[in-house]
């Protein structure tokens, strides 16, 4: 396999495959390509190789990101991504995903890595609703979250404070004992120790040997201007704890703006309508209008119709990539006067004569040079005619 195949193709999902049916995939082909099913099948472990590479890429949601906008380019030759599927071997692959055929099949695939390592604790998400000028602008907020954390007590043994966990008599510490299934080697989790290779005879009175313990924080989050809906942003080290010393999941704040009364977003540019009267329209005038930072004054130009717009430069939403503001879009929406007094429908009356007189003009002139004159061209010529007889 010189040239490198689309990760989405390699497992075998669409592009809109969410995380749990991502992993189901992988886990089907790792188990169809496993080097213990297929020994010495050169081809084999590198359908192996690819597969954990492709889900090593895609299960990150950065790197998936970086994946979908730039392709391998992205973690090729120093690029924004890092590298992509960096295993040095197979224990390497084990190490990072040898839970998956664990969850699976309730043992971990023979000969690499034992229950207790260290494991990278789970990504948490938090969805936050915010109001429109904060999305503009940005502000710095707190959330309160209520998650796993580890346990102040025991500090994360999981024993009585003074005391400790002692090794697992059955599987001397490994966690884990050796069975053959077949034509090949698998090792089981231990069920005395259930895989972790000590056994706590005295457990923490506060979470009763878990660990962890539920318990409510507040973290600071700074929502940078020019957010929208959708938007994603990503803290670092504030997921669920790792497990035995692994480092902690991240936590995704999905952000969700809430609609505005007067504006509208258009990617970085805002639009907000404003009704003028038809004489405002006809005549220009000049305007008040609300702006994000409050409100200015425009120039509506002499003849404006329904439908036009006026901008105003630089009051817009900043852009998230460069920093730099779209503009405000003001457009005309004409209103009918109503409850008009004698004076102004009389006026409106003349106004319509007026028209109406421009309009029988010009339907004169018109016939005047189309039909007719051909008419009276033709009543010359029948005149013309009679003379001569």
Partial sequence: MSEKRDYYEVLGVDRNVDSAELKTKYRKIALKYHPDRNPGDQEAEERFKEAAEAYEVLSNPEKRQLYDQFGHQAFENGGRGGQA???????????SFGDIFEDFFGFRSGGRGGQTRARRGSDLRYDLKIDFNDAAFGRETELDLE??????????SGAKPGTEARTCDQCRGTGQFVRSQGFFSVKSVCPRCRGQGTIITDPCPKCQGQKQVVARKKVELKIPAGVDSDSRLRLAGEGEPGVNGGPPGDLYVFIHVK?????????NDVVCKVELSFVQAALGDEIVVPTLTGEETIQVPKGTQYGDTISLTNYGIPSLRTGLPGDQIVEVILKSPRNMSKRQEELMHEYLELESEKLTSRIKRIFTKTGGG??????????AKAAKS
């Fill in 259 to 267: 609609p505005h009364e007067t504006f509208e977003r258009r990617e």
């Fill in 85 to 95: 599927g960096g295993f040095r071997d197979f224990e390497d692959i084990f190490s």
């Fill in 374 to 383: 051909s008419a009276k061209s033709a009543k010359s010529a029948k005149s």
């Fill in 147 to 156: 998650k796993m954390v580890v346990c102040d007590e025991c500090h994360g």
